[in-house]
């Protein structure tokens, strides 16, 4: 059982910047980020493939999310700058045991809170 931790949330004015992080206690496959704003569903914001070749992004926050990783500490990042208000959410950070598979280790959420 892989443990994810994420750090980095926070409140920022919007036009602000913030940077997530996510440790995992172990070898992941596929990592990416998910958020949940409240009274709506949770939704897909970026993924990277363990080899960091390949990344993806939720149209909304295209050119301002950029999601990077470092697998010699088990790591994903998700730098957010640009930040609007609309980013408001609890951020979750998941990770697949394979790239084939679904996302099953996910992290306990880090609130990030963006003013206008």
């Known amino acids: 059982q892989v443990q994810l931790v994420e750090s980095g949330?926070?409140?920022?004015?919007?036009?602000?910047?913030?940077?997530?992080s996510c440790a995992a206690s172990g070898r992941t496959s596929d990592m990416?980020?998910?958020?949940q704003a409240q009274g709506k569903e949770r939704e897909f914001v970026s993924s990277i493939r363990w080899s960091g070749s390949s990344t993806y992004y939720a149209d909304s926050v295209k050119g301002r999310f950029t999601i990077s990783r470092d697998n010699a500490k088990n790591t994903v990042y998700l730098q957010m700058n640009g930040l609007?208000?609309?980013?408001?959410?609890?951020?979750?950070?998941?990770?697949?045991?394979s790239t084939w598979g679904s996302y099953v280790y996910w992290g306990q959420g880090t609130q990030v809170t963006v003013s206008s």
């Open 32 to 35: 990416g980020w998910f958020r």
């Open 84 to 97: 609007k208000p609309e980013d408001t959410a609890v951020y979750y950070c998941a990770a697949k045991p």
């Open 9 to 20: 949330g926070g409140l920022v004015q919007a036009g602000g910047s913030l940077r997530l």
